[in-house]
């Protein structure tokens, strides 16, 4: 039997464009041969849908989709995500389901049971668990095989969460007790580095167990933060890998499992070589799923312009790119130079928009209004007022030339608030908020070795980070070394340590409290930060949900 | 029997402080002969704690203060709300629980079997649902009452949501079936216009078929963008209210449940008197519980900002509240006076700081890179530009004299996007996000009705609102009529109908559509605004959740 992993790329919402993906895919696996055709989860909505699931109108359109996708299944199956309204009609609610579509219409349905409420997920906002497995017979030759299926996290049911609620039911054991050979997951599984080093053991313990086939779709894309890295799978019995599909690409994969061997491998990237391929598919898709043509990047002779910039010409082109260097009276000579550098290197657009005029009219207008004792000192306010500027610059050439304003904030930065809000932090997408500046440096290095050149230019990584807001400033002159900031960060952030743990594995007490006090006084910027790509276990935004009100130290 | 509903105020994670309030209230309750004690849900922590659950430290903490609380309860028992650990030592997930303290000691734990995840609602991401009921014996002189203990949602398990999960579990229901003959709830349940109205005949449906008495203690103060409006209840057993506590403050109301008769009973507020109270009360608390002493707000001369300022002096008082206008060349004369008007009226401080000159500088150093066919255009690039140098020098203000800005936008607005990103939405929180512009009218009135005199100035609410951005600009040559705009978005957004149900309804496609587009456009915008206070049943922010890059028209 011949089966085709459909792993597409659709936009949230975006019923009819998706459901045509779809019908597309199916009719070039029923030429392939195909008997069968497997679709991520929520394919025809497009995941994560959000509030979007509470408008009624657009779940109506949805189940059509679905209807009309059926009546042109014949003769292959395809099994398609998409959200189940209350089948008893009562409308208590919706489902995240897979439609088993065969002979024209909808056989089976299947409802997941497992819904994942914890980081990004929310889907006991949206959806109600699902009770009953759902199996469904393939006429292969003279035999048949029985494919139960499952959605996303359905699959994960074993995992541990540390402190939090685990699930208490095994939809696996359950398809294998009803009688499967064959495991489908549907899937919309976001991108983290590591993931995929989890998912396949994971998975193929799952199934080495019970001795059946798994059949893995997961949706390819950037939507929002989220960036799905697709790498959908076929694994035997065994747990071995028969068929891996491209990562961060959209693909169609057709493995015969009566005859594995011949199928496509593809070889997912390394962990610095995902997180670069993860960031270019989801700043291209952010770019294009809001409709935008080109970007527009403040380059500050820095690594992190740089690095975002080089990523920005990966994802769109260089033609598609303006570099801005904006110039004060605290910029060292280098700082343009090296921006001007970089935009060669990339063959981007370069203008120079000095700040000078109006960093004067600025401090003519407010400084009036200081206390007479505080208006020779230099202070964060007259940092800020700089930084702020060049927002008010970067968003006017948005704004006047329609281009999206791609922000360039690591994420070590935003950790601690070593950013200014309505400055650097303007823009409609981060692209780094979720890499820490360690991880910068290691991008920064890995665009130049793939490239064979200096393509990032070598001063602007070897230089001392500087937000040049002030005479002679260095990022060290507030922050501690970036090493020791991203280990605190981790342990803090990322893993939810407190401070006398992060202390007891040998960090310094008053660097680990200056740190956790910076993270906890900057909930309020990072409230009003763009989407940012996320490319961690724990990124700023959607998965960490900080009250900013709050005192806890 | 005596009662006391301690109705207080905590801070989010400020666990220490929390817990000595409530020993504070047991003090208070002991030496006034109550024999039982009732907090609000989560009282230890403050609600919502967000995603400080994860924080196995401030979990122990929690803990900690509730053994410590219990220990001083004696000869009085205390129900305190609490986040409860895994009681099997798994480390599985944590409860949203309540303590019962006798003897010095927990005496029994009550886990909420509903954990709402709609609205601003996420607790199957933080708690495991209870299973069981709790009931407790309390001697009252020779006879004895059988109480039953419930957490918030579930008291609210008989409502119905349109097209979303129900329950199918009765909390109330099961507590009688196990002998209760007073019923307890422990809330945390947020203020929306209209909810009291919802709540009593609610709360009496509940307890009237079972005939019992029900305590209901509900939190109050605000936390982020949540005002929790207090009016905690005692309803007689044929659902009749014999005790009802101040609405918008701290409270403590002690009642003999053998003679009700006597017990205080406080007035809810009407309609615009309890948004105006909630704003009052959730803008005093944001500000306290961040740090600051003083607030500053953008004095445009106009409704928003005006209504704004008075509720900002109702909540700090005036020597806490600086006015700033910022004249550009399309202000027009009056719009200064009536500033300066109002803050006389408020009697608060006052300064003009005049943007012509960066307004100039500004142009001076981007008009240069436009197209040169679009240079003399007119468009919103140079209407943003002015609202973004008021932002920067209103931040200025802010970032030099520690003040706390505030913005002044309004929900009609923001859901258009007819505002600016980093211009007018600059400040830490927006207090009329939620309030749609024509009940920034009606709360202008209630102001000035309760004053006796014009405090809010008469032109300013006479006259023809403006952004002031360009030459004769009036709100209406981009938007339709504000009773009609704000009808479209209540329909639109607050529920959720689709464009044809409204049309179906009698208002303008053409208009309809337009109105559609502009709130779908304008997510980006909304993902980067200020924590705004909610008063309504479907607020901008965390209670409503939509993506970005999507395409859904």
Chains 1, 2 share one sequence.
Not at 333 to 338: G, I, P, W, Y
Not at 417 to 422: I, K
Not at 457 to 472: H, W
């Amino acid at each position: 039997m011949k089966v085709a992993l459909a792993q597409v790329n659709p936009t949230v919402g975006e019923i009819e464009g998706n459901a045509a993906r779809v019908l597309d895919h199916i009719e070039q696996a029923r030429s392939a041969g195909a008997q069968l055709i497997v679709f991520p989860e929520l394919v025809v909505f497009g995941y994560p849908p959000k509030d979007l699931v509470l408008r009624k109108d657009l779940v109506r359109k949805n189940v059509a989709a679905v209807e009309r996708i059926a009546s042109k299944c014949t003769p292959i199956t395809a099994v398609v995500g998409y959200i189940q309204p209350d089948p008893s009609g009562e409308g208590k609610g919706n489902f995240n389901a897979a439609a088993v579509c065969a002979d024209g219409v909808i056989q089976a349905t299947y409802a997941k049971m497992l819904l994942p409420t914890y980081d990004v997920f929310d889907e006991t906002r949206y959806f109600n668990a699902g009770t009953e497995v759902q199996t469904f017979l393939l006429a292969t030759g003279k035999d048949q095989v029985c494919a139960g299926l499952t959605i996303c996290e359905d699959l994960w049911n074993d995992r541990q969460f540390e402190g939090r609620r685990v699930y208490g039911i095994d939809p696996v054991e359950r398809n294998v007790a009803a009688g499967a050979d064959l495991l489908i997951n549907l899937s919309a599984s976001p991108y983290r580095a590591g993931v995929q080093q989890e998912r396949e053991p994971l998975f193929a313990a799952q199934i080495r167990a019970r001795g059946v086939t798994l059949v893995y779709v997961n949706q390819v894309g950037g939507n929002d933060d989220l960036i799905f890295d697709g790498a959908s799978l076929v694994l035997g019995a065994k747990g071995e890998v028969l068929a891996r599909a491209k990562a961060f690409a959209e693909d169609l994969v057709i493995v015969d499992l009566a005859k594995p061997r011949g199928a496509r491998v593809e070889t997912y990237p390394d962990r610095v070589g995902s997180i670069r391929e993860a960031l270019v598919l989801g700043m291209r898709d952010y770019i294009r799923k809001c409709g935008f043509e080109k970007v527009v990047i403040g380059l500050s002779g820095g690594i992190d312009s740089a690095v975002t910039a080089a990523l920005a010409v990966e994802a769109v082109g260089p033609e598609r790119v303006q570099g801005v260097a904006m110039p004060s009276r605290f910029s060292s000579s280098h700082s343009v130079e090296d921006a001007r550098q970089l935009a060669e290197d990339l063959g981007i657009d370069f203008m120079i928009v000095p700040i000078e005029g109006v960093h004067r009219a600025m401090e003519e207008a407010v400084t009036p209004h200081f206390p007479v004792a505080t208006r020779d000192t230099f202070t964060t306010t007259e940092e800020n007022i700089q930084a702020r500027i060049r927002g008010n610059i970067l968003m006017a050439l948005s704004n006047k030339l329609g281009l999206l304003l791609v922000t360039t904030g690591n994420k070590s930065e935003l950790a601690v608030g070593y950013c200014t809000l309505y400055g650097d932090m303007c823009g409609g997408l981060a692209v780094l908020s979720d890499v820490p500046k360690t991880v910068v440096y290691e991008l920064a290095r890995h665009i130049n070795e793939s490239a064979g050149y200096p393509r990032i230019p070598q001063r602007t990584i070897a230089k001392v980070p500087s937000a040049e807001l002030r005479e002679n400033q260095t990022d060290q002159d507030t922050l501690p070394p970036y090493d020791i900031l991203d280990a605190i960060l981790e342990r803090y952030v990322e893993r939810e340590q407190a401070v006398d743990d992060i202390v007891g594995e040998g960090f310094d007490r008053k660097i680990v409290e200056q740190v956790a006090r910076m993270v906890d006084r900057s909930e309020y910027k990072r409230k009003q930060a763009p989407v940012g790509l996320k490319v961690t276990s724990r990124a700023f935004g959607t998965g960490r949900r900080m009250p900013i009100a709050a005192r806890h130290r």
